[in-house]
């Protein structure tokens, strides 16, 4: 549902994308994790499900030591075309800021089934994990690869945990830069 996300902005004044264009490529799920830099910056952890992006802003962004946890609060689906976003929202727009794509890649619900052989049957899992307030994915990015939990806590509001168990694979932690232009 994309209501919501359309009714916070102009997009004679954004540049950003107001609805998907054209059809999405490739077999699995995608995931993109934007850096924003709002009047606060965050990181905005988007999963594709059901043709939208799920979405999340982390003041702290991803956590990536094994058992860390992070404020993620949950925000309005926007469009697939997002995650191939980069640029600036204008003052006086909602969200005014610079916005890159900090990392992205495919993710998959962590036991199965994979999206890449069963699609809907994935969707279903990751739909079903977030209805009940906790999904275990594992995420194949440029810079992030490991496995994660959403779990929600209150209103709008979820924790994204590192898993103990797992170190995060991170290219470059102190890399802050765009994986689309660099
Ligand atoms: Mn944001």
Known sequence: MLSSYQKK?????????????????????????????????HYDHRLELDGVLKSWA??????????EKHLAVMVEDHPLDYADFEGEIPEGSYGAGEVIV?????YAP???????????????????????????????GEKLSGSWALIHTKGENWVLLKHKNDEASVVSRANKASVVTG
């Open 9 to 41: 902005r102009d997009f004679t004044k954004t540049p950003e994308p107001k609805a998907n264009n054209g059809k999405r490529k490739g077999r699995g799920l995608r995931f993109v994790v934007q850096k924003h830099d709002a009047r606060r910056l």
């Open 58 to 67: 982390a003041p702290k962004g991803i956590p990536l030591e094994p058992g």
């Open 102 to 106: 900090w990392d992205r890649g495919l």
């Open 110 to 140: 962590e036991h199965g089934p994979d999206p890449a052989e069963n699609r809907s049957a994935a969707e279903r899992a990751i739909r079903e994990g977030l209805e009940a307030g906790k999904l275990s994915i594992v995420l194949v």
